[in-house]
Nanobody, 123 residues
Framework: QLTESGGGSVQTGGSLRVSCIVS?????????LGWFRRSPGKEREGIAS???????IYADSVRGRFTISQDKAKVTVFLQLDSLKPEDSGMYFC??????????????????WGQGTQITVSS
């Protein structure tokens, strides 16, 4: 079970931090965790991913502005969003895949999904 929190509204240039508590994953892995978003009129896209070995990857559109991290003890994954733009608005989802490491922003490589949290960036 995955539960996101921390979404909200912010102005351009602002910051937010979203969290996702992941139930059921072994703390020591292997696993991968990811953040995805669906913006209005667009398909869901991968934003960032991290595995239990702390390897991470980012989509080009967010690299340098967003940071993915995790608290292994709490099995929680975070996404720090800085320098937000209106085009970052959308529903943000976390996802998990167990029994495999190597981060990925391919949505087809995940088995479990949260319900999403909405982020709105106003100009």
């Amino acid at each position: 079970q995955l539960t996101e929190s921390g979404g909200g509204s912010v102005q351009t240039g602002g910051s937010l931090r979203v969290s996702c508590i992941v139930s059921g994953l072994p703390q020591n892995g292997p696993y991968r965790l990811g953040w995805f978003r669906r913006s209005p009129g667009k398909e869901r896209e991968g934003i960032a991913s991290i595995d239990n070995y702390e390897s991470s990857i980012y989509a080009d559109s967010v690299r340098g502005r967003f940071t993915i991290s995790q608290d292994k003890a709490k099995v929680t994954v975070f996404l720090q969003l800085d320098s937000l733009k209106p085009e970052d608005s959308g529903m943000y989802f976390c996802a998990a895949k167990e029994n495999t490491a190597i981060p990925s922003i391919n949505e087809y490589l995940y088995d479990f999904w949260g319900q999403g949290t909405q982020i709105t960036v106003s100009s």
